[in-house]
């Protein structure tokens, strides 16, 4: 069973810095694409970064320069280094790693939809 844990969301104000992490058990994150999406108004979860398994990175031109996605493989866990936030950040943050091999996880997703794995999502709040 695969098992996505968020932690170090919070809040903050404008222009200060979180790090997002995900312990995964059940899958290795060397092996695995994951991502981080984010909540928009509704049911729609938009991708943040995303980190394939052949070490690839893909970063949201909004937060490019400011975000960064990397991975410790010792520690089996995926990270979202956030900096220079702003109020627009704001949102509920989910790890996820897709069921199949060919999911390479798209920009756009129902957020929680059955055909991946979800964290249970951690809270970023940005005040200006």
């Known amino acids: 069973e695969v098992d996505l844990v968020e932690s170090g969301g919070g809040s903050v104000q404008a222009g200060g810095s979180l790090t997002l992490s995900c312990a995964a058990s059940g899958l290795t994150v060397a092996d695995s694409t994951m991502g981080w999406y984010r909540q928009t108004p509704g049911d729609q979860c938009e991708l943040v970064s995303r980190y394939s398994s052949d070490a690839i990175t893909y970063t949201k031109d909004s937060v490019k320069g400011r975000f960064a996605i990397s991975r410790d493989n010792a520690k089996n866990t995926l990270y979202l280094q956030m900096n220079s936030l702003k109020p627009e950040d704001t949102g509920v943050y989910f790890c996820?790693?897709?069921?199949?091999?060919?999911?390479?996880?798209?920009?756009?997703?129902?957020?929680?939809?059955?055909?991946?794995?979800w964290g249970q999502g951690t809270q970023v709040t940005v005040s200006s």
């Open positions: 996820v790693a897709p069921r199949s091999r060919d999911d390479t996880l798209t920009i756009w997703a129902v957020c929680g939809n059955r055909f991946r794995y």
